[in-house]
Protein backbone atom coordinates (compact mmCIF):
# COMPACT_ATOMS: atom_id res chain seq x y z
CA UNK A 1 0.00 0.00 0.00
CA UNK A 2 2.78 2.33 1.03
CA UNK A 3 4.06 1.76 -2.58
CA UNK A 4 0.85 2.42 -4.50
CA UNK A 5 0.41 5.70 -2.45
CA UNK A 6 3.70 6.90 -3.39
CA UNK A 7 3.04 5.77 -7.01
CA UNK A 8 -0.25 7.98 -6.60
CA UNK A 9 1.30 11.19 -5.58
CA UNK A 10 3.85 11.32 -8.16
CA UNK A 11 1.39 10.56 -11.04
CA UNK A 12 -0.32 13.64 -9.18
CA UNK A 13 2.38 15.80 -9.54
CA UNK A 14 2.11 15.44 -13.42
CA UNK A 15 -1.27 16.01 -14.04
CA UNK A 16 -1.16 20.19 -14.05
CA UNK A 17 1.63 19.49 -16.80
CA UNK A 18 -0.39 17.40 -18.98
CA UNK A 19 -3.70 19.54 -18.57
CA UNK A 20 -1.36 22.50 -19.50
CA UNK A 21 0.08 20.73 -22.63
CA UNK A 22 -3.41 19.57 -23.69
CA UNK A 23 -4.46 22.89 -23.63
CA UNK A 24 -1.60 24.47 -25.29
CA UNK A 25 -1.59 22.00 -27.92
CA UNK A 26 -5.45 22.56 -28.83
CA UNK A 27 -5.06 26.23 -29.26
CA UNK A 28 -2.30 25.60 -31.32
CA UNK A 29 -4.36 23.18 -33.46
CA UNK A 30 -6.51 25.28 -34.09
CA UNK A 31 -4.58 27.90 -35.65
CA UNK A 32 -3.42 25.67 -37.96
CA UNK A 33 -0.11 25.05 -35.99
CA UNK A 34 -0.04 21.64 -35.73
CA UNK A 35 4.16 20.82 -36.18
CA UNK A 36 4.84 22.75 -32.49
CA UNK A 37 3.10 20.31 -30.54
CA UNK A 38 4.06 17.88 -32.24
CA UNK A 39 7.95 18.50 -31.42
CA UNK A 40 6.89 18.64 -27.78
CA UNK A 41 5.04 15.34 -27.59
CA UNK A 42 8.17 13.81 -29.72
CA UNK A 43 10.83 15.77 -27.19
CA UNK A 44 8.23 14.50 -24.32
CA UNK A 45 8.98 10.99 -25.41
CA UNK A 46 12.46 11.29 -26.07
CA UNK A 47 12.86 12.57 -22.66
CA UNK A 48 10.58 9.57 -21.30
CA UNK A 49 12.99 6.98 -23.05
CA UNK A 50 16.17 8.38 -21.46
CA UNK A 51 14.61 8.69 -18.02
CA UNK A 52 13.82 4.99 -18.06
CA UNK A 53 17.28 3.85 -19.02
CA UNK A 54 18.50 6.19 -16.27
CA UNK A 55 16.56 4.79 -13.75
CA UNK A 56 17.08 1.26 -14.73
CA UNK A 57 20.64 1.72 -13.99
CA UNK A 58 20.10 2.88 -10.62
Do not use: E, H, V, W
Amino acid sequence: MDNSLSYLFIMALSYPFIALYNAGAASFRTSQNSKLPMAIAFGSIILNILGNIFSSLF
